[in-house]
């Protein structure tokens, strides 16, 4: 069995990653600013919850020790800059800094949760704050893996408007239209996770696009 850290794992993507694995009987460990999510469900009580400042990583290093893979899947999709939530930060070096984190500690694989596309409506640093971090990722001492989904749906996405969430759902319901928005197609929350989950895993692929994705969380 392996030991795994799910970097954001109280959060939308991150949750779904620690409940596969504990179901698998590997040992999960989480790192996130919440610590333990507001969750009633069993699989919980097998995760070694931490509370911590990302940007502190003298507070939580200790958690990477013997760990054989991160599961990077922190980000956001609006900024607060009073409250230090910039793209900048929380999607681009955030992820740096883990990742060097996870390097100095031995960590085999790296996951990181990019995106494919700029959600509508939202600055272009979203996504220049990603790649940023892909490229920053992809040159450190161990197997790094990007995943680029499309826009994420499902149960506890907080990032969009209900009415927006249901509108990816049906779309994704319908694969003649699904298939027409190429790198925009909506993806579940499942297919996501379960491809995350599976790469960190058995890192065969360095970058999977949305069609990768989709194909690897089936």
Known sequence: MATLLVVGGSGFIGRSVCRMAVRDGHDVRSVSRRGRPDVDAPWTDR????????FRPNVWRDRLDGVDAVVHSVGTL??????GVTFERTNGDAAVITALEAERAGVGTFV????????????GAYLIAKRRAEASIAGLDFDAVTLRPGPVYGPGQTHFPRPVNA?????ASVPPLAERLGESRPLAVET???AA??????????????????????
Not at 78 to 83: C, G, L, M, R, S
Not at 167 to 171: A, G, H, K, S
Not at 205 to 218: F, H, I, P
């Open 192 to 194: 996501v996770a379960r």
């Open 112 to 123: 990181f949760l990019s995106s494919a596309v700029k959600p509508p409506g939202v600055r």
């Open 47 to 54: 995760v070694s919850w931490t509370s911590a400042d990302l």
């Open 167 to 171: 509108l990816f759902r049906l779309v």
């Open 197 to 218: 989950y599976r790469t960190a895993l058995d890192p065969d692929e360095t970058l999977l696009d949305v069609a990768d994705v989709r194909r690897l969380g089936r």
């Open 78 to 83: 609006t900024e607060a800059p009073t409250e």
